[in-house]
């Protein structure tokens, strides 16, 4: 959701600028721009659309200048436009910013009572407004930055470029990612260390209120008080091959077929495989936690109602899942003893950050799952655990849904293990099946015959239904909402046993139904609800494995077949999302939709 660069240096930076911007496409955008001191003036060039329309208009029009802003905008105060496109401009200073300022209307109206003339819809050109007046009263640069902040209320970061400061950038966050980037005699700033990876893996990460000023020699920071402070420089070992496609035609076919890989580095990275025995790198005390909240959102709250099975049938712990921008404001009681879990692919998703804010003040062990080391809620929590996924541009979730699924399934086990609720020889058992995951998803992901067949099946449709039951209710819920996200059908997911409370009203002929099914114990149940589709004319298409095809041909359910391995509990609804995942993608290229940046969807939501 929006996307940061800036660059002060000396060499040219406007292509570089753009360069970097495509590698915050992944994060969704409707609009795009960079900002350049040329000559000490401030040279602009903005666009709506994709890239490769600021791209287009830059190569007729160039821009100069070593010193220089872009960012890609996901519209929320103003339609997308070329106007309320970034940078917002003055003649002394140029603004990127991401966030929302919410007291921007109060401010607004103070601005222009001062004689302040207004281009845009948007909220971020208060900032340019008011970093103009306080330059105008003879303020400093950097203490006309510290008195905009004090302003503003919100969410942002923030990047500023003044005409007349030729080799230096400011920046600011509060609440919003920003890191600093150093390398040969260059310093760069971005919104995550993705965009930066080409260039340095240097870098120094923004803490919350943390603000500073950017040279080529590197950066002085201030913190929330206003003093100086060194933030550590860390090495991030990000490849810039994670950004190309890699042969594929999308981001997200890539990021399915990687899966067999980040799966096994993921397990690789919390299990010992000679001993068959977990190497957690946190140790967490599951015997004095009394009841395990886990908050996400999205696809991560998918993985934590899978876990929920998990936890609540193995490691005998009660556990509530919860919406993270849904538990904020309901003030739920949280108990005595009590931890919290919250996962996040970015680290960054800013209500799921705020959550976790909460239940540090409510007494609660935090523990994080996340994807990019040194994230904010990677520092904030107690205790966190990686997912070895690496970048994922694709804005559907598909390898880090996987990765946090056997995160969770190790850290399961090590609770029951603790618990006492697991033999040594049971939880060595289910470790084994954890182990041989890797093999088994790379043979799914050979069956993409029969899932482009699915896919032709609906393509047509405008609705579908995904059923199942006990741990891959949630993978029919993620199901549903892959095809939504990518190929725009409406798509419900629901508990199977649910389907006579309301959704049965909307099946007929032209309603596929997707139905999951492995034998597992509730698999007699789920066929019954087959059969009652099929009864209704509905499409129906059943995920099972070579015991659910026994009984289906056996009772001669005339439904269509996708046969999979038979599963694990542990197993079974990672195995289970990757077709979910590969019918939505075959259906959305059918379909001839943005696979991997689908419309008015981003990336890293950071705004509430």
């Not at 969410?155 to 030729?166: E, H, P, S």
């Not at 977990?278 to 599951?286: C, E, F, R, T």
């Not at 618990?419 to 939880?427: D, H, P």
């Not at 409370?501 to 909307?506: E, K, Q, T, V, Y």
Request: aromatic share 6%.
């Amino acid at each position: 959701m929006c996307g940061i660069v800036g660059i002060v240096g000396h060499q040219p930076v406007a292509q570089r600028l753009i360069d970097g911007l495509k590698r915050l496409e992944y994060r969704g955008y409707d609009s795009a721009g960079i900002a350049t001191l040329d000559q000490n003036e401030i040279c602009i060039r903005r666009a709506q659309g994709k890239l490769q329309a600021l791209q287009d208009l830059f190569t007729q029009d160039s821009i100069n200048g070593m010193t220089g802003i872009g960012h890609t905008r996901w519209a929320t105060h103003g339609i997308p436009s070329e106007a309320n496109a970034h940078p917002h401009s003055s003649d002394k200073v140029a603004v990127v910013h991401n966030g929302i300022i919410e007291n921007y209307a109060h401010l607004k109206e103070k601005l222009i009572k001062k004689g302040h003339a207004f281009t845009s819809q948007t909220d971020t050109e208060v900032v340019v407004h008011l970093m103009t007046d306080y330059l105008n009263q003879g303020l400093k640069p950097l203490e006309a930055l510290r008195q905009t902040l004090a302003d503003i209320e919100g969410a942002f970061a923030l990047v500023i470029l003044i005409k007349g400061d030729n080799n230096t950038l400011l920046v600011a966050r509060r609440g919003s990612p920003l890191v600093i980037g150093e390398g040969n005699g260059e310093s760069f700033i971005g919104s995550d260390a993705l965009v930066l990876a080409p260039w340095t893996q240097q870098l120094r990460y923004l803490e919350e209120g943390d603000y500073a000023i950017v040279t080529p020699q590197g950066s002085q920071i201030y913190d929330i008080d206003h003093h100086p402070i060194d933030r550590p420089l860390k090495t991030i070992n990000i490849s810039a091959d994670a950004a190309t496609k890699g042969g594929y035609d999308h981001f997200m076919l890539k990021e399915i077929f990687e899966q067999p890989t980040t799966v096994k580095d993921t397990l690789d990275s919390l299990i010992n495989a000679d001993t068959e025995t977990l190497k957690i790198p946190v140790n967490i005390d599951w015997n004095n936690i009394s009841k395990l909240t886990m908050i996400a959102c999205g696809t991560s709250y998918f993985s934590t109602a899978v876990a929920k099975y998990w936890f609540e049938m193995i490691a005998k712990l009660p556990v509530e899942v919860d919406i993270a921008s849904e538990f904020r404001y309901r003030e739920s009681p949280l108990p005595t003893g009590g931890a919290a879990l919250f996962i996040s692919q970015s680290g960054e998703t800013i209500d799921t950050l705020e959550a976790m804010k909460q239940a540090k003040e409510d007494h609660q062990t935090t523990i994080a799952i996340v994807n990019v080391p040194e994230s904010s809620m990677d520092r904030l929590a107690d205790y966190s655990v990686h997912t070895k996924a690496g970048p994922e541009i694709g804005v559907a979730s598909t390898k880090a849904f996987t990765a946090q699924l056997a995160v969770l399934a190790c850290l399961c086990l090590d609770a029951a293990i603790k618990r006492g609720t697991l033999t040594e020889t049971e939880a060595r058992e289910h470790l084994q099946h954890l182990l041989n995951l890797p093999n088994e998803i790379y043979g799914i992901l050979q069956k993409e015959a029969d899932y482009q067949q699915v896919a032709h099946r609906l393509q047509p449709a405008r609705d579908a239904l995904y059923l199942g039951r006990g741990t891959n209710f949630p993978i029919a819920m993620e199901g549903a909402l892959k095809l939504k996200e990518i190929s725009y059908i409406h798509a419900e997911g629901y508990a199977a046993g649910e389907m006579k409370h309301g959704p049965i009203a909307l099946i007929d002929e032209l309603m596929p139904v997707i139905v999951l099914a492995p034998s597992d114990k509730w698999m007699v149940k789920t066929l019954s609800n087959l059969q009652e589709v099929i009864a209704r004319g509905g499409i129906a298409i059943c995920f099972t494995d070579c015991i659910g095809r026994t009984h289906i041909e056996k009772d001669g359910i005339p439904t269509q077949i996708v046969e999979m391995p038979e599963s694990h509990l542990l197993t079974s609804p990672i195995l289970y999302a990757l077709p979910m995942q590969l019918l939505s993608y075959y259906t959305a290229t059918l379909k001839g939709t943005d696979v991997d940046q689908p419309r008015n969807l981003a990336k890293s939501v950071t705004v509430e």
